[in-house]
Nanobody, 126 residues
Framework: QGQLVESGGGSVQAGGSLRLSCAAS????????MGWFRQAPGKGREGVAT???????SYADSVQGRFTLSKDNAKNTLHLQMNSLKPEDTAMYYC????????????????????WGQGTQVTVSS
């Protein structure tokens, strides 16, 4: 089973930016799907963005145009550039990956992912 380690979380004021990273070890996901999910206190887990083996990205409507997902296949690392952050973006952000491809990647469906990181906190103040 691979390991996913997130980094880059922190506190920022509204309108600011953060860049999250997810380093994958023990397994390569170059043929599968990687993505980010988030969970705010008292709320369910929400899909943020995913990227498939061809580099096709999918975004939640709430982050479209503000967040950019990219993947460095050579380093097996995923990056989420978050710009124009809003207080409602405050949440624990989780990296997820699976070596299989599938429609779950394009619908940002959490149930399709078999591997999860421990999460990194993002706090946006108004």
């Amino acid at each position: 089973q691979g390991q996913l380690v997130e980094s880059g979380g922190g506190s920022v004021q509204a309108g600011g930016s953060l860049r999250l990273s997810c380093a994958a070890s023990g397994y390569t996901y170059s043929h599968g799907c990687m993505g980010w999910f988030r969970q705010a206190p008292g709320k369910g887990r929400e899909g943020v963005a995913t990227i498939d083996s061809d580099g096709t990205t999918s975004y939640a409507d709430s982050v479209q145009g503000r967040f950019t997902l990219s993947k460095d296949n050579a380093k097996n690392t995923l990056h989420l550039q978050m710009n124009s952050l809003k207080p409602e973006d405050t949440a624990m952000y989780y990296c997820a990956a699976d070596f299989r491809g599938g429609s779950y990647c394009y619908t940002i469906y959490a149930g399709g992912f078999g591997n999860w990181g421990q999460g990194t906190q993002v706090t946006v103040s108004s």
